[in-house]
Nanobody, 125 residues
Framework: QVQLVESGGGLVQAGGSLRLSCAAS????????MGWFRQAPGKEREFVAA????????VYADSVKGRFTISRDNAKNTVYLQMNSLKPEDTAVYYC??????????????????WGQGTQVTVSS
């Protein structure tokens, strides 16, 4: 069973930056596809970004493209989400997710096999 632990959330002013981290258990992390999703109060969970096992395929939601960057360090079993130019509408609980083995459909939450507990990101105006 893969376990995922997010960190790095917090309160930031609009225009600021945060970097989220997601540490994964499992010695074959390098074979996992990883994704970030978010859920704002009263809204459905939505896709944010995803990266395949090698980092060669990266996908972003249109709402974060150009502002957020997903990356991974397979030596540290960690995936990151660098968030710049944050907006109040980015306020949400952010979740990382793992798909193992990698099999595609990375924008769909239902295609993932494990989820973290979430970390709160609040952007004030």
């Amino acid at each position: 069973q893969v376990q995922l632990v997010e960190s790095g959330g917090g309160l930031v002013q609009a225009g600021g930056s945060l970097r989220l981290s997601c540490a994964a258990s499992g010695h074959i992390f390098r074979t996992y596809a990883m994704g970030w999703f978010r859920q704002a109060p009263g809204k459905e969970r939505e896709f944010v970004a995803a990266i395949n096992w090698s980092g060669g395929t990266i996908v972003y939601a249109d709402s974060v493209k150009g502002r957020f960057t997903i990356s991974r360090d397979n030596a540290k079993n960690t995936v990151y989400l660098q968030m710049n130019s944050l907006k109040p509408e980015d306020t949400a609980v952010y979740y990382c997710a793992a798909q193992y083995p990698e099999r595609g459909g990375l924008v769909y939450g239902i295609r993932y096999d494990a989820w973290g507990q979430g970390t709160q990101v609040t952007v004030s105006s």
